[in-house]
């Protein structure tokens, strides 16, 4: 079983920062791409940022220059550095990842989100 719970969504105003975690937790074996999805009220959820498990980063062209993606191997956590924000960023944020459970099986989770509101 595995789970992942992120943290550090909130308030902010524009232009402010904000760094979302997610701790990936349970039987896990090893765990390759990790990613960041969002999404806002009548829209589909879309991917903002991806990582892979050697460390090569994908962005959305709209949080380009302004968001970073990262993570600990380590402690199976991904951050998100989101800076510059804008309103248009207000979403629920979600992460996403491909993971190998001790049991042998391989499968993509999410996590239950985290509220990023960026007032103008």
């Known amino acids: 079983q595995v789970q992942l719970a992120e943290s550090g969504g909130g308030l902010v105003q524009a232009g402010g920062s904000l760094r979302l975690a997610c701790a990936a937790s349970?039987?896990?074996?090893?765990?390759?791409?990790m990613a960041w999805y969002r999404q806002s009220p009548g829209k589909q959820r879309e991917s903002v940022a991806t990582?892979?498990?050697?460390?090569?980063?994908n962005y959305a062209d709209s949080v380009k220059g302004r968001f970073t993606i990262s993570r600990d191997n380590a402690k199976n956590t991904v951050f998100l550095q989101m800076n510059s924000l804008k309103p248009e960023d207000t979403a629920v944020y979600y992460c996403n990842a491909n993971v190998f459970a001790t049991s042998g099986v391989y499968g993509n989770f999410w996590g239950q989100g985290t509220q990023v509101t960026v007032s103008s």
């Open positions: 990582i892979t498990g050697g460390g090569s980063t």
């Open positions: 349970g039987t896990i074996s090893r765990i390759n791409a």
